[in-house]
């Protein structure tokens, strides 16, 4: 069964994520946000990583860009953050072949479709960025 989204923490939109903020926010977590940037820097040492603040969702929302096109974009929950990669539908058979945790297969699944997909990982340890890492190498090749 799908995990249930949470309710966005980053709503106030005059105080800006930076990293004391964030490691109130994620708690434990914090070290595989941590890492998640080490590991995008050695993959994509030129992605531009941007804190937003938006309107329609109430919240602010990271995305990660690579030559202009959007990696994948990072909301922050109490205790863990959530990736989520927009991959094409012509990724389906790839996805499904590849080692990833069900509830990020069940994500993209309920967005059958549609032309754009999103497959959404929730991370809490650093052991959870295989997932992360998984999606990342998909959203790549696709480009």
């Known amino acids: 069964m799908p995990e249930k989204p949470s309710k966005p923490v980053l709503t ?3 105080v800006t994520p930076d990293d004391e903020f964030l490691a109130g ?3 434990p977590a914090k070290a ?3 890492q998640l940037h080490v590991r995008l820097a050695a993959t994509c040492p030129a992605a531009v990583i941007t804190w937003k603040f938006y ?3 109430n919240a602010w929302l990271m995305s990660a860009a690579w030559k202009k096109k959007t990696l994948f974009w990072l909301s922050a929950d109490r205790g863990s953050f959530r990736t989520t990669f927009y991959l094409p539908s012509t990724l389906e058979a790839a996805l499904a072949a590849v ?3 069900e509830p ?3 994500s993209y699944a309920a967005s059958a479709g549609k032309k754009i997909r999103g497959a959404t990982a929730v991370i809490r340890t650093p ?3 295989a997932a992360f890492d998984t999606l990342l ?3 790549l090749a696709a480009r």
């Open 55 to 57: 309107r329609d969702g």
């Open 99 to 101: 080692d990833l945790p």
């Open 104 to 106: 990020v297969k069940t």
């Open 25 to 27: 926010v994620l708690g």
């Open 12 to 14: 106030d939109p005059t």
């Open 127 to 129: 052991a959870d960025l």
């Open 32 to 34: 595989a946000y941590e």
């Open 137 to 139: 190498a998909l959203k």
